[in-house]
């Protein structure tokens, strides 16, 4: 009897062994597996368009391949004309406008989408006591219809116009919204930002223009029919020489997938800090 009761220990003792082997090599339940590496992104990101967004659109796209190394991003600078009647075409993902869309563009399927405001600072040197003036003078200056400081309330002293070199985006900007373009008496064009900045803060009598993001405290901006400009007044219009910067495209296709990315990442506020590096407004 007691040979017997061993054999009934020894027995329990290995079937209970084997069933902890089996609980232990029991294979892992779908909700306890290591989630899966999330897919690289891959395609093209095609845009077109306005020369004077080069700068932030370039910006942005270095930004989303760094991030995105199988995304292909390419900029076409055709003009924003052009960038709208190529994404009106199919030639792009994106169109690229630094103007608002026409009613007819839009008629014609395309959807706009301010990505940010670029506000062109009028910029004088600080011991200059001219504070404020209109569109209709800015263009009487920069045309050659006002050639002396004390026509506009300043010293009697000759105004030197600073301006950029042609095909310069912030030129082309602020010849468009004065309504001066191609009639300009420039004095001196300079081929970069910091140089009219420069310019300007060495000597008294010059005027010139830069954008809002990159003046500095060399120089002083002059209001424009009464409005400084600013981040706020930029945003809600009222400061005059601004535009949007727009990203045109269709209402009735949607983006491939690369394309959307990158339309969300820039239009989402996390690439603001890129957008007001580039020397623009963001939108949001």
């Known amino acids: 009897m007691k040979h017997v009761m061993n054999i009934i220990v020894c027995l329990a003792l290995i079937l209970s062994l084997a069933a902890c082997a089996k609980t232990e090599s029991a294979p892992v339940s779908a909700d306890t597996k290591p989630a899966a590496a999330a897919e690289t992104l891959t395609g093209t990101v095609a845009t077109d368009g306005s020369t004077s967004m080069e700068k932030v659109i370039g910006a942005l796209g270095e930004a989303f ?7 292909t991003f390419t900029y076409n600078p055709t003009g924003s004309s052009a960038g709208i009647q190529a994404v009106q075409e199919g030639r792009c993902d994106i169109g690229l406008s630094s103007r608002a869309l026409k009613d007819e563009e ?14 062109i600072a009028v910029i004088v040197n600080p011991a ?23 026509e506009l309330g300043g010293e009697d002293a000759r105004i030197v116009l600073i301006g950029r070199e042609a095909g310069s985006g912030t030129r082309s900007g602020f010849e468009e919204i004065v309504e001066v373009k191609d009639k300009c008496q ?30 500095k405290d060399t120089v002083r901006s002059l209001k424009v029919g009464g409005v400084a400009p600013s981040e706020e007044t930029v945003k809600d219009g009222t400061y005059a020489i601004q ?40 939108a949001r």
Do not use: H, M
Not at 65 to 71: E, L, S, W
């Open 65 to 71: 391949t760094q991030d995105n190394p199988g995304v």
């Open 128 to 150: 200059n006591r001219v504070e404020d003036l209109t569109l209709e003078q800015i263009a009487a200056v920069y045309t050659g219809q006002i050639t002396n400081w004390s």
């Open 243 to 282: 535009r949007p910067f727009v990203l045109a495209t269709r209402t009735d296709a949607g983006l491939n997938d690369a394309a959307q990315a990158f339309f969300d990442y820039i239009t989402s506020g996390k690439a603001d800090a890129i957008i007001v590096a580039a020397g623009v407004v963001p």
């Open 106 to 119: 839009k008629a014609a399927g395309l959807t706009e989408t301010v990505l940010a405001y670029d506000g």
């Open 186 to 215: 420039y004095r001196q064009e300079l081929s970069s930002t910091g140089d009219v900045i420069t310019t300007v803060a060495q000597n008294p009598g010059a005027i010139g223009y830069a954008s809002l993001a990159s003046v």
